[in-house]
């Protein structure tokens, strides 16, 4: 959430990052017109009060007309409980308005409407060269008796996963690898956080009510919501907490399963493992001091990159512009893998700065060595999502005979050399 301040003394940068964003529901001159009633509201509840105090000084002097004086001060403390439940309308008010104002994006991401305007920083790997036409991971995974769609179906409907034997042992052999790699050598400490979060831990990572719609829920009685992604409860944390600046900063990471409606992705990828409703993905987190987020949204982005070069695979790292960005994020470098069996690129890790603005609905701040408080710059990766790595993995190391190798780093992890 963005500084009702910082909008009223940026409304045209702010005014433009909403068209930039396709933010429909923000509206900067409605903030304004609310953020000059409630100072305006501020000045005569300060005017009261100080007339007030002056009133109470001349109530203790000898002599005083405490008859009269009594009165005035009665009829002043009146009209600031008047006053302060007119601010309180005009702040309830306001408040909803800034929920959907975007986050501002960063100078240099790229302005567009969609990923045709993303720039690509670098393609890493070389793409490997079959002497045979490579089958997409459906059916490599069915032939191997390690991928039943049909029985997903079955027990929860479309765009469920389920995997069998050396296909669920690949699947938990990548997760331990990724939580290894983070742990031990990039210093990142595991978190096991619930599946199940709270209202308010959604608002704080901006999923709602921006993005509600995309999220499953539970009935009234227990107004909860299943996570879309380990980002929510790791970064709420530290939710209405005061850090200090030598603990910054604070590096998690988290394998949690993520789930989601893709309500605005009805009818794309309906074979498959790339596009499901409940998916596994090991996530980055982060708290630093604002004067670093960018130099650690670098570390995070190379921290997910080492693990697709260790992998073997061909990926790329993509600025997203401006229209393909989420709300909440000031700048998103995307890491995409190329998978041969569907002839794409598959994103399998978002890695992005959201500078203060998820501190700031999460009341989430520090104090300086100077003593002054400041809101942290929180940050998140994927590090690595499945399946889709899973997919890159089957597509990429399959044989011509229908098994698949086991990229090195996987073997300690699988027990095996290849999947038959």
């Known amino acids: 959430?963005?500084?009702?301040?910082?909008?009223?003394?940026?409304?045209?940068?702010?005014?433009?990052?909403?068209?930039?964003?396709?933010?429909?529901?923000?509206?900067?001159?409605?903030?304004?017109?609310?953020?000059?009633?409630?100072?305006?509201?501020?000045?005569?509840?300060?005017?009261?009060?100080?007339?007030?105090?002056?009133?109470?000084?001349e109530f203790r002097k000898p002599g005083a007309n405490k008859e009269e004086l009594g009165k005035k001060g009665?009829?002043?403390?009146?009209?600031?409980?008047?006053?302060?439940?007119?601010?309180?309308?005009?702040?309830?008010?306001?408040?909803?308005h800034l929920h959907y104002v975007p986050n501002v994006p960063h100078e240099s991401v790229p302005i567009g409407d969609d990923s045709a305007a993303n720039k690509i920083e670098k393609t890493v790997g070389e793409r490997k060269k079959y002497p045979f036409k490579p089958q997409p991971h459906w059916d490599i995974g069915t032939k191997l008796g390690i991928l039943d769609e049909e029985r997903a179906a079955k027990l929860s409907g479309s765009n469920f996963l389920l995997l069998k034997g050396a296909g669920a042992r690949l699947e938990r052999a990548l997760i331990n690898w990724f939580l290894d790699v983070h742990t031990r050598e990039h210093g990142y400490t595991e978190i096991w956080p619930p599946f199940l979060v709270t209202r308010e831990s959604m608002f704080g990572t901006g999923q709602v009510p921006k993005l509600e719609d995309d999220m499953y829920r539970l009935d009234e009685r227990d107004k909860l919501f299943l996570i879309p992604t380990?980002?929510?409860?790791?970064?709420?944390?530290?939710?209405?907490?005061?850090?200090?600046?030598?603990?910054?900063?604070i590096c998690y990471c988290a394998y949690t399963a993520c789930f989601r409606r893709e309500a605005g992705a009805y009818g794309k990828d309906t074979r498959g493992m790339v596009r499901i409703h409940q998916f596994d993905k090991v996530e980055l987190v982060k708290f630093t001091h604002p004067e670093t987020s960018w130099e650690e949204h670098e570390k995070l982005t190379r921290n997910a990159e080492t693990l697709l070069e260790r992998l073997g695979l061909e990926y790329r790292r993509v600025l997203l512009c401006t229209g393909d960005m989420s709300f909440a994020s000031a700048k998103t470098w995307d890491l995409e893998a190329w998978a041969p069996g569907v002839d794409?690129?598959?994103?399998?890790?978002?890695?992005?700065?959201?500078?203060?603005?998820?501190?700031?609905?999460?009341?989430?701040?520090?104090?300086?060595?100077?003593?002054?408080?400041?809101?942290v710059h929180t940050l998140n990766g994927s590090g690595l999502a499945l399946p889709r790595i899973v997919i890159c993995i089957l597509e990429n190391y399959q044989r011509e005979d229908g098994s698949v190798e086991i990229p090195e780093v996987l073997r300690p992890f699988m027990g095996a050399a290849e999947i038959r």
């Not at 940026?10 to 933010?23: G, L, P, S, T």
């Not at 980002?231 to 910054?248: C, G, S």
Request: aromatic share 6%; hydrophobic share 35%; glycine share 2%.
């Open 1 to 57: 959430m963005l500084d009702v301040k910082f909008i009223a003394e940026n409304a045209d940068r702010v005014r433009k990052a909403i068209k930039d964003k396709h933010e429909k529901k923000a509206d900067v001159d409605v903030i304004l017109q609310k953020y000059q009633a409630r100072k305006e509201l501020q000045l005569k509840i300060d005017n009261a009060n100080h007339e007030s105090k002056k009133v109470s000084e």
């Open 230 to 249: 380990a980002e929510v409860p790791v970064t709420n944390l530290h939710r209405k907490e005061m850090l200090k600046h030598t603990d910054l900063p």
């Open 74 to 96: 009665q009829a002043l403390k009146e009209e600031i409980r008047g006053l302060e439940a007119k601010m309180r309308e005009v702040e309830a008010e306001l408040e909803p």
């Open 344 to 375: 794409r690129w598959l994103e399998v890790s978002s890695c992005s700065n959201f500078t203060d603005f998820q501190a700031r609905r999460l009341d989430c701040r520090f104090r300086d060595k100077d003593g002054k408080v400041k809101f």
